[in-house]
């Protein structure tokens, strides 16, 4: 204590202060060191990088099944098989022809019978495909060679240049010359890396096996699908034969030969990306409909699925048509219809007469009683009936929504050509501040050889209204529509009034 009390003396007080700071400081230290276990004062070794014992590539040769389920809102799930001889340990994988558009986040790789057996470390998406523009691009800032052809000597001459610049084409220094547009060939000494000939997705895998049987789940966009009808119509227009279509177009940028084909039709909502398996991963059976050929359908959730009972091909940038069902001798109506929409400034300040055409509308119930029974995806309906001399001729299209079985639906497929209708405002009068009467007449004329009905409905787009008089029965559509049915004889005409009171505020 005194020797201590001594250096103190000799060296001040600051000095004192200093060398006891510092000698604490060293004494933490020590403990810490302790604390953690370590020997040396000398900072741990960075680690190194991680030990690869193989690198192996798979292609699509290598698939030992594939399926997909086709959404109508421009998206697929694909889900492949592969048998993959990896090796043990930690091992990188290239894994080539998958689409190029897939979702990366939804991508799920899994080994089949023993998952355990294979754990995914790490999992990259290579997308850069090696095109001569990228190429260029990747050697801005680095020397090329240029070629060209001396017919003369018979061999190339080859100089040097900087790439510059690749935007719009390249921008190469040559010599003391800034240069564009060049004849030349260019040459490049070797393919930077990033690049890749096709989109490819890396693994840095855990292998616990050398041979692993994978399968390999992912969303990816630009797979479509929609349905086409074609309706037949008897000469009598109460049968028509229907057939349905499958048209599929892939623009996913991968090929899926052998393919399990599934449709599913219905708004799928997509909010965020999800994991592929929870999408479903079995096929579903379901009954064969009397009128499908080639596909069964079955519910899936709130949409319905329709499978293919064979594999096809679907091959990039190809569009495909396959049969959905074919249905001979349903029955139909055949009606004209005359449809108004009634808003408050067409009621009282549009025009007080117009001319008007019935539309022609094919009224079909899809249940089995009438020839159906399958739910219908969404689609175009296109009419064909045949002429006097036998010849199929194209009347007209229309377009259904999605129709569930035992619902019945319409198509409007033009206008009538012999039937005309004269709507005429014959008076207009307020009651009050909220409530308006209108009366209204319309005419009718019929210039075929036989007679028509005419279905009149009348959309009143009002908080309320309450029919006051009318020359024909009115059907209540709905709270806001109102529908008469007008027999027209041939060669003749029909008038229809009717007077209404609505109320158009509260």
């Keep these: 204590m005194a020797m201590l009390m001594k250096r103190r003396t000799k060296r001040g007080p600051g000095a004192a202060l200093s060398s006891g700071r510092s000698a604490l400081g060293r004494a933490v230290g020590a403990l810490l060191l302790v604390g953690l276990g370590c020997t040396s004062s000398a900072p741990p070794a960075s680690p190194g990088p991680i030990a690869i014992s193989g690198h192996y590539r798979s292609t699509a040769a290598e698939r030992q099944r594939v399926s997909l389920t086709v959404y109508n809102s421009n998206f697929a799930l694909v889900r492949e098989q592969r048998q993959l001889r990896l090796g043990t340990g930690r091992v990188a994988l290239d894994y080539e022809d998958v689409s190029a558009s897939v979702t990366p986040a939804t991508v799920f790789l899994r080994a089949m019978g023993a998952p355990a057996d294979l754990v995914v470390l790490e ?112 000469l009598d227009e109460q049968h028509a034969d229907l057939s349905g279509w499958v048209t599929l177009d892939n623009r996913s940028g991968a090929s899926f030969a052998g393919a399990e084909l599934q449709l599913v039709a219905g708004d799928v909502q997509r909010a965020a990306a999800q994991q592929p398996e929870e999408q479903g991963q079995g096929r579903l059976s379901g009954r064969r409909a009397g009128a499908a050929r080639e596909f069964t359908e079955a519910p899936l959730f709130e949409y319905h699925l329709y499978d293919l009972e064979r594999p096809t091909d679907l091959l990039d940038r190809e569009q495909k048509q396959l049969r959905l069902l074919e249905a001979p001798g349903i029955t139909l109506e055949r009606k004209l219809v005359l449809r108004s929409t009634n808003s408050y400034p067409e009621w009282f ?75 005429q405002r014959l ?63 041939a060669r003749g005409k029909a008038e229809l009034s009717y007077r209404v009171v609505v109320t158009r505020c509260g």
């Design 427 to 489: 008076r207009k009068v307020a009651l009050g501040k909220c409530q308006l009467e209108s009366e209204w007449r319309t005419e009718l004329r019929n210039q075929k050889d036989q007679d028509v009905v005419v279905e009149v409905v009348e959309s009143m787009d009002f908080l309320g209204f309450e029919l006051a008089a009318s020359s024909h029965p009115a059907e209540l559509r709905d709270s806001r529509t109102l529908a008469f049915r007008v027999p027209v004889p």
């Design 349 to 423: 300040d549009g025009a007080a007469t117009e001319q008007r055409k019935p539309s022609v509308v094919l009224a079909l119930d899809n249940s089995e009683a009438k020839g159906l029974g399958m739910p219908l995806p969404q689609g175009v309906v296109r009419v064909y009936q045949r002429d006097a001399s036998g010849a199929q001729q194209f009347v007209g299209e229309g377009r259904i929504q999605h129709t569930p079985r035992d619902e019945k639906f319409e198509l409007t497929i033009g206008e009538a050509f012999d039937v005309v209708a004269e709507r």
């Design 123 to 234: 999992q990259n998406y290579r997308y850069d495909l090696l095109t001569p523009e990228k190429l260029l691009e990747k050697y801005v800032g680095r020397r090329v060679s240029l070629l060209r052809y001396d017919a003369v000597a018979g061999k190339d001459e080859r100089r040097e240049a900087e790439v510059l610049a690749s935007s719009n084409g390249p921008v190469l220094r040559v010599g003391g010359e800034i240069m564009t547009q060049l004849p030349d060939r260019i040459s490049f000494a070797e393919l930077p890396p990033g690049l890749t000939a096709k989109p490819t997705l890396v693994w840095l895998l855990d292998s616990a096996r050398d041979e692993q049987s994978v399968e390999l789940t992912y969303l990816t966009e630009n797979v479509s699908w929609h349905a086409d009808y074609v309706l037949g119509l008897s």
